[in-house]
C-alpha cells in the first residue's frame, strides 16, 4: 500500500497552461494513490473539473504580488499546515512560493518547487525574487533546458547537500490527446465554424497573443510561403486569446492585411478542446521567440500524430525529434520557418502520416502524465524518509 501522505499544490491560477494541467493531473493522481491531495488556488477555469471528493480546494488570493498579501497568505497557509497536517508542500509560482517557505519553515513541513519558466532576472531585486523557487528541498525543472538555467544563474542558492535539483519532463494526458479518441463528428463541425476548405493546407499556431509567442514572423512567414514558394492552398488558424492585449491583437490583424493573407489566416480567440482542433489541423506550429521552458503545444501535437514544426530554442529542442516527429527551424527568422512549412507541405500523405506515427511514440515514450505523476511522487516519498 502506498505511504498516506498530505500534499498541498499551490498555483496562483487553475487555467489550462502546463504548469496548471500538470498540476491538476498530480492533484488527481495522489488521491488515486490513497493519499490526501489538496489545492491552494485563486481561481481559473480547470477549476470546475477538480474532484472535490477526492481534491481539497482551498481559495486564497495567491495569484497577488502584493507584499502585504503575501504575508498573509503565509500567516493562513501556516495555520492550513497545522491544521491538515500537511506533510509535503508544493509551489509552482514565486509569490506563493515566498508564502509556502515562511509556512514550511515555521511548520517545519516540506518544501517542493516547481521551477516552470526562466523568469526575468535583469535587476538584483528580481533575482533574489525569483531564488524562492530554489530555496526548496526539492527543485524540479520541467526540461533539461530549465535544469542547466538554474544551474547557470541559480548556482549561489544551491547547496547539493540540503536541496536535490532534478528533471522530470511535463507529461500529458494521452488517453485525452489521441487522435483515435477525438469524434470526426467535432472535427467535422469545428471545421464548418472556423469555415475551414478541406481542400486547403491547414496550419494551426496555438498559444495566447503574446510578441514571445511569435505570431508576428508567423504572419510574415505566411507572406513568404506565397511569394517565394508559390503556395496558395493553406489556410492558417492563429488560435489564443489576447489576454487584455488588445493593441498587440489590432497589430496583428494590421500585419494581415499589410501582406494582403486577410483570407488566408482566422484568427479564433479560444477552443476548449484542443485535441479537436489539433485533428482538424495539417501541421501545427510552436514559433516562439524565447525559449519555452518546455513547450507544451509540440508534445500535444505528437501526442495527436501531427507534424510540429517549432524555433530551435529552450524545451523544444528536447521534445521534438528533428526530421523524425517534426522540424526546427532557425527561430526569430521568418524565412526558415517559411521553408520548413513549405517542406511539411511538400511532403506525401505517406511521409507525413509516418512523421505523425513517430510523433505519438515520441511522446508515449517520453512525455507519458502517468510517468510524470509516478516520478514526482516516488519523490515525495523520498523526501519523507
Same mark, same amino acid.
Given at each position: ?15 489550462? /497552461?502546463?504548469?496548471?494541467?500538470? #498540476? ?10 490513497? #493519499?490526501? *491531495? ?13 474532484? =472535490? ?39 509552482? *509560482? ?13 511548520? =517545519? ?13 535583469? *535587476?538584483?531585486?528580481?533575482? @533574489? ?36 535539483? &532534478? ?40 498559444? =495566447? ?12 512567414? %505566411? ?10 492552398? @493553406? ?16 497589430? %496583428? ?20 478542446? &484542443? ?12 514559433? $516562439?521567440?524565447?525559449?519555452? $521552458?518546455?513547450? =507544451? ?55 507525413? *502520416?509516418?512523421? /505523425?506515427?513517430? /510523433? ?10 502517468? !510517468?510524470?505523476? !509516478?516520478?514526482? @511522487? ?8
Amino acid at each position: 500500500m502506498a505511504i498516506k501522505i498530505k500534499v498541498l499544490q499551490v498555483i496562483p491560477k487553475l487555467g489550462f /497552461g502546463g504548469a496548471e494541467t500538470g #498540476c491538476y493531473d498530480l492533484a488527481h493522481y495522489l488521491a488515486e494513490q490513497n #493519499c490526501k *491531495s489538496f489545492l491552494i488556488t485563486s481561481g481559473g477555469q480547470l477549476l470546475k473539473y477538480v474532484k =472535490r471528493d477526492k481534491v481539497k480546494v482551498i481559495r486564497l488570493p495567491v495569484q497577488s504580488k502584493n507584499p502585504i498579501i503575501i504575508f498573509i497568505n503565509f500567516i493562513i497557509i501556516f495555520f492550513i499546515l497545522l491544521i491538515y497536517n500537511i506533510d509535503i508542500v508544493h509551489a509552482r *509560482s514565486r509569490a506563493p512560493a515566498w508564502s509556502c517557505l515562511w509556512a514550511c519553515f515555521f511548520s =517545519r513541513r516540506k518544501f517542493v518547487t516547481t521551477f516552470h519558466g526562466t523568469y526575468n532576472f535583469l *535587476s538584483k531585486f528580481k533575482h @533574489f525574487y525569483n531564488s524562492v523557487m530554489v530555496r526548496s528541498k526539492l527543485i524540479i525543472g520541467g526540461s533539461n533546458f530549465i535544469f542547466n538555467h538554474i544551474n547557470e544563474n541559480y548556482q549561489k542558492y544551491l547547496n547539493p547537500k540540503k536541496k536535490r535539483l &532534478m528533471v522530470i519532463f511535463r507529461g500529458i494526458n494521452l488517453e485525452y490527446f489521441d487522435s483515435k479518441n477525438t469524434s470526426q463528428e467535432k472535427v467535422n463541425a469545428l471545421a464548418s465554424s472556423w469555415k475551414i476548405d478541406k481542400n486547403n493546407f491547414t496550419i494551426l499556431l496555438p498559444g =495566447r497573443l503574446t510578441k514571445w509567442k511569435g505570431q508576428e514572423m508567423f504572419i510574415e512567414s %505566411l507572406s513568404y510561403l506565397l511569394e517565394k514558394y508559390n503556395k496558395v492552398n @493553406f489556410h492558417a488558424i492563429i488560435l489564443g486569446s489576447n489576454q487584455g492585449r488588445e493593441f498587440y491583437s489590432k497589430k %496583428l490583424s494590421l500585419l494581415t492585411e499589410r501582406y494582403r493573407l486577410k483570407k488566408k489566416i482566422t484568427f479564433i480567440e479560444n477552443h476548449k478542446e &484542443m485535441p479537436v482542433a489539433y485533428k482538424l489541423s495539417n501541421l501545427v506550429i510552436s514559433s $516562439s521567440i524565447e525559449p519555452e $521552458s518546455f513547450g =507544451r503545444v509540440a508534445v500535444e501535437a505528437q501526442a495527436m500524430s501531427k507534424p510540429i514544426v517549432a524555433s530551435d530554442i529552450g524545451g523544444s529542442r528536447e521534445t521534438v525529434l528533428n526530421g523524425k516527429t517534426g522540424l526546427l527551424y532557425k527561430y526569430n527568422d521568418a524565412n526558415k520557418l517559411a521553408k520548413a512549412i513549405n517542406e511539411i507541405m511538400e511532403m506525401n500523405k505517406k511521409s507525413l *502520416s509516418l512523421m /505523425g506515427e513517430q /510523433g505519438r511514440k515520441n511522446v508515449e515514450k517520453k512525455f507519458n502524465v502517468d !510517468q510524470m505523476c !509516478q516520478r514526482t @511522487f516516488t519523490e515525495y516519498k523520498k523526501l519523507l524518509k
